[in-house]
Structures are given as C-alpha cells and as structure tokens.
C-alpha cells in the first residue's frame, strides 16, 4: 500500500446546468491481481461526519465500486454498457438509484483513473457524470 496525493474533479450535469467539484486529499494506492483500490476521507461540513471512501477500479476497465461508509453508507457500482441499481445513503434515508456506466479508464502513464455514468432515480435520468481521479506517490 503506498500513501499518495488524489487530485478528484467531479463534473455533474443535470438538464443544462453543469457543476464541478475538485478537491486535493491524501489517501492510499493498492494493486491487486485483478483491481486497484484507492481509499481516502472525505471530510464533510461540521456537524456531520467524515466518510471513509474506498473505489475499487478492475484492470480490465470494465467497472468500478465505489463504497461509502460513515453516517450514511452506499455502494455504488459503474459497469461499462449496464445499469446497475444501487443503494445510496442520505439522512433522509436510502435512495434506490439506477447506475449506467460508459466508460472506466486508467492512464498508468499519467496515474489517472476516469469513469463517466448516468443516474436514474425511478426510471427517470437525474443527471450524467464524470469522474477523474489523478494520483501521485508520496515521496516521504
């Protein structure tokens, strides 16, 4: 396990309106035989809690997990060319929410994992994502 610094930028678009979030974190990189894992924090406005969050992304480019675990936990899983449905936990409690994956990518040579989904909440599409997570070693 090696600790490193996660660059994350999350673009979001819900009808014509975009919003992007981007964020620096430290965390830690894994291989696997058959996936890479990054795990990191993810602080939250006080008084809620941090979330602990670990993505799995499978060498073979065909999906990724993203597990959320803290007040609120969810598992949400991006297949390329299927539609997952996948629990999403909130305060209000648990959403049921359609995941259709496009694309999963990792650049070894630029150390960036990308992945793009749709979400669907009762059939209806909620919005269109994309997420790119770039990572350095830490020299310590």
Do not use: W
Not at 46 to 57: C, G, T
Not at 70 to 99: F, P, Q, W
């Amino acid at each position: 396990m090696k600790k490193i610094l996660l660059e994350i930028i999350g673009t979001q678009r819900i009808d014509n309106q975009k919003d992007k979030i981007e964020f620096t974190t430290v965390g830690t990189f894994e291989e696997e035989e058959d996936s890479y894992i990054v795990k990191y924090v993810e602080e939250q406005e006080p008084p809620l809690k941090s979330v602990d969050v670990s993505v799995k992304i499978y060498k073979n480019e065909k999906s990724v997990e993203i597990i959320r675990s803290g007040a609120h936990d969810s598992c949400l899983i991006v297949e390329r060319s299927k539609r997952n449905l996948c629990s999403y936990g909130t305060e209000y409690g648990d959403v049921l929410m359609g995941i259709s994956g496009h694309s999963v990518r990792y650049d070894k040579e630029n150390s960036e994992f990308y992945f793009n989904y749709d979400i669907d909440i009762n059939g209806a599409l909620a919005s269109k994502n994309e997420v790119s997570m770039k990572f350095r070693v830490n020299q310590e």
